[in-house]
């Protein structure tokens, strides 16, 4: 069983980058790369009402999360509600600052369209 990793003050529970497939309910999801020496580096957080339909290879930072060496999926599954889960989110984002999600609120309505691919 593993343990829960700590990101911004919130236990994520961490799987194989693949393994978000099974995750049918809502919940906070990060992309993580873990080293050989064990130290990961968190690459993007986001958050889902459906883990298994959002945090998978159609996600648009899925490619370049890969590319900075993808290799965990991590989850925080006790968020149930959606204000809940983007409260997490923002909070992790400012406590961790991974390396794909943007800070500032002009960059944040990029990410939102690019997300929904009118960028």
Known sequence: MSTGIDW???SFVPLGHHDGRFLRQPGVFAFVRRRPDESRNLLFVDQADYIAGWAGPGHPY???ALG???NELHVF????KRID???IRGNVIKRCHPALNPLADD?????EARWRGVA
């Not at 599954?77 to 149930?80: E, G, P, S």
């Not at 960059?107 to 990410?111: A, T």
């Open 85 to 87: 889960r983007l409260l």
């Open 107 to 111: 960059q944040q309505s990029d990410w």
């Open 8 to 10: 911004g003050g919130y």
């Open 68 to 70: 900075q060496g993808l």
């Open 62 to 64: 899925w490619t370049e």
């Open 77 to 80: 599954l006790k968020a149930r």
